[in-house]
């Protein structure tokens, strides 16, 4: 079975912490992808990858930063954790050029204080 | 500016009752439009509509897209408890093939 894993379903931390946020899939996809969702807003695309070492900025990356060494990881990473980036992330993954949707992760419910 | 818009926000029906939920978007270079059910954890996939006019169907649940009018919608008949989630819509367009959601709608349908 397909799996995207995200390695925390809660974490807590605190308002300047840098915090790392990681995903793994084990489909061989060459597509990655971080989300954040808010009550309200949907989701919202923060950055996105298309190969190794590759990245894009998607439509709120302030905050964030993002590393792809290896292919079947993509992880998150918040430079210093501020209260309004609580939220619920989910990371999604996607083989290139296939007509098809995301695969997703369980989500990381990250709260900061 | 692209964006995917949802309605209703919330819906509240009782067991056996039949909804539509709605998904409206303006987006370049549309390529497709999913829907995914999400419960207390990952989105899961419900359907791909690529054309206008031919429904996707399966078991209690259709979709159909208009790409006219730049809608879908999406049709649970005979609801069940297990149904209450959250329908997300999105949009496959542009350049490097993203996907862009709407806020979702809340279903909850009660016994």
């Known amino acids: 079975d397909v799996k995207v894993t995200q390695s925390s379903r809660y974490l807590v931390k605190r308002t300047g912490e840098k915090v790392f946020l990681e995903c793994v899939q084990d489909?061989?996809?060459?597509?990655m992808f971080w989300y954040r969702q808010d009550p309200g807003l949907g989701l919202r695309l923060i950055y996105f990858?298309?190969?190794?070492?590759?990245?894009e900025k998607g439509d709120i990356p302030e905050g964030y930063s993002v590393s792809r060494e290896k292919k079947e990881r993509f992880s998150l990473i918040l430079e210093s954790a501020s209260t309004n980036q609580t939220s619920m992330y989910l990371c999604?993954?996607?083989?290139?050029?296939?007509?098809?949707?995301?695969?997703f992760g369980s989500g990381t419910r990250l709260t900061v204080v | 500016e692209d964006k995917v818009v949802q309605s209703p926000l919330s819906l509240v029906v009782h067991e056996g009752d039949t909804v539509t939920l709605n998904c409206s978007y303006e987006?370049?270079?549309?390529?497709?439009l999913l829907w995914y059910k999400q419960e207390k954890k990952a989105p899961t996939f419900l359907f791909m509509l690529?054309?206008?006019?031919i429904e996707k169907k399966s078991g209690r649940l259709s979709s159909i897209l208009d790409k006219k009018e730049l809608f879908s919608i999406l049709n649970i008949t005979a609801t069940q408890t297990g149904d209450s989630a959250v329908y997300l819509c999105?949009?496959?367009?542009?350049?490097?093939?993203?996907?862009?959601f709407g806020s979702g709608t809340k279903l909850n349908v009660k016994p």
């Open positions: 999604a993954s996607r083989p290139r050029g296939q007509r098809n949707g995301y695969t």
């Open positions: 489909m061989d996809h060459e597509n």
């Open positions: 990858s298309y190969d190794v070492k590759m990245k």
């Open positions: 987006v370049t270079n549309f390529r497709s």
């Open positions: 690529t054309s206008s006019g």
């Open positions: 999105a949009v496959e367009a542009g350049n490097f093939n993203k996907f862009y």
